[in-house]
């Protein structure tokens, strides 16, 4: 069992940037991040290989934010550049099974209890 902890969430301006980091207790393969939006359904942000090398991104965030991972501290980050009020959301850590980097809900076996992002104009 993985426990997820998210942390770097606030209240910033239309531009401002923000970063966000998921500690793991474990080690862990594929990890992710999702958002859900007031009234929305979760969705997927970004998502990283074990390695590092494969990296994905929902077309919303690419060119403003960047996912990285520390393996020797279990840990995972969101850089978040130029945000806008259309990123206000709680962001949700994940943590799969597969090597790969899944833009998958269903790859993912463990969450973290979300951090919320809220950006205004």
């Known amino acids: 069992q993985v426990q997820l902890v998210e942390s770097g969430g606030g209240l910033v301006q239309a531009g401002d940037s923000l970063r966000l980091s998921c500690a793991a207790s474990?080690?862990?393969?594929?990890m992710g991040w999702f958002r859900q939006l007031p009234g929305k359904e979760r969705e997927f942000v970004a998502s990283?290989?074990?390695?590092?090398?494969?990296?994905r991104y929902a077309d919303s965030v690419k060119g403003r934010f960047a996912i990285s991972r520390d393996n020797a501290k279990n840990t995972m980050f969101l850089q978040m550049n130029n945000l806008k009020p259309e990123d206000t959301a709680v962001y949700y850590c994940?943590?799969?099974?597969?090597?790969?980097?899944?833009?998958?809900?269903?790859?993912?076996?463990?969450w973290g209890q979300g951090t919320q992002v809220t950006v205004s104009s």
């Open positions: 994940a943590a799969g099974s597969s090597i790969l980097a899944s833009i998958s809900e269903e790859m993912y076996d463990y």
């Open positions: 990283i290989s074990r390695s590092g090398a494969i990296t």
């Open positions: 474990g080690q862990t393969l594929s």
